[in-house]
T-cell receptor, first 112, second 112 residues
Framework: GENVEQHPSTLSVQEGDSAVIKCTYS??????FPWYKQELGKGPQLIID?????GEKKDQRIAVTLNKTAKHFSLHITETQPEDSAVYFC???????????FGSGTQLTVLP | SQTIHQWPATLVQPVGSPLSLECTVE??????LYWYRQAAGRGLQLLFY??????ISSEVPQNLSASRPQDRQFILSSKKLLLSDSGFYLC???????????FGPGTRLTVL
């Protein structure tokens, strides 16, 4: 089955700096890669996703890049703000079982 | 638009007592439904998923069971709770063959 590894487990940045979270996956058949943000005590929220037919996708301060050859994808947050502080999860799916395999999460702290 | 509800939001139960958590989705038909558990500071563990009424797949052996009595209703149950059942329980939905999952607000269960 699919295995997703996520790094780092914790990340602290100064407000205004950029943050990068990286994930690697094992199944070359995976073709869908979402990112979720989870605030304390709440359910995860989808913030951006990418499919294997594109290499990069942006949405304002958030971007995701995908390298299918190396089987890794990354979340980039620019101009970080304190409200970006949360746990971020990556995930991967090959679409066949309607299931997502999640990474272990990254606690991002943006210091004011 | 689609919305997902979970209740109760929090629950404190003694060891050995029964459990019933409910999840309902509005604004869509025939969704795929999922139950996840999240231990404190940990990742997401898929417990059950359902692609239709009465169709339940279990991902891990455990003290819990799931049922789907109606198209947009998913119930998580236990006959006798264990201390290890404590955690944050999340319901999610997706549609058709798409992989995008949307999470509910979660239920915080504490077993004492």
């Amino acid at each position: 089955g699919e295995n997703v590894e996520q790094h780092p487990s914790t990340l602290s940045v100064q407000e205004g700096d950029s943050a990068v979270i990286k994930c690697t996956y094992s199944d070359s058949a995976s073709n869908y890669f979402p990112w979720y943000k989870q605030e304390l005590g709440k359910g995860p929220q989808l913030i951006i996703d990418i499919r294997s037919n594109v290499g990069e996708k942006k949405d304002q301060r958030i971007a995701v890049t995908l390298n299918k050859t190396a089987k890794h994808f990354s979340l980039h947050i620019t101009e970080t703000q304190p409200e970006d502080s949360a746990v971020y999860f990556c995930a991967a799916s090959d679409g066949s079982a309607r299931q997502l395999t999640f990474g272990s999460g990254t606690q991002l702290t943006v210091l004011p | 638009s689609q919305t997902i509800h979970q209740w109760p939001a929090t629950l404190v139960q003694p060891v050995g007592s029964p459990l019933s958590l409910e999840c309902t989705v509005e604004g869509t038909s025939n969704p795929n439904l999922y139950w996840y558990r999240q231990a404190a500071g940990r990742g997401l563990q898929l417990l059950f998923y359902s692609v239709g009424i009465g169709q339940i797949s279990s991902e891990v052996p455990q003290n819990l069971s799931a049922s789907r009595p109606q198209d947009r209703q998913f119930i998580l149950s236990s006959k006798k709770l264990l201390l290890s059942d404590s955690g944050f329980y999340l319901c999610a939905w997706s549609v058709g063959a798409t992989d995008t999952q949307y999470f509910g607000p979660g239920t915080r269960l504490t077993v004492l």
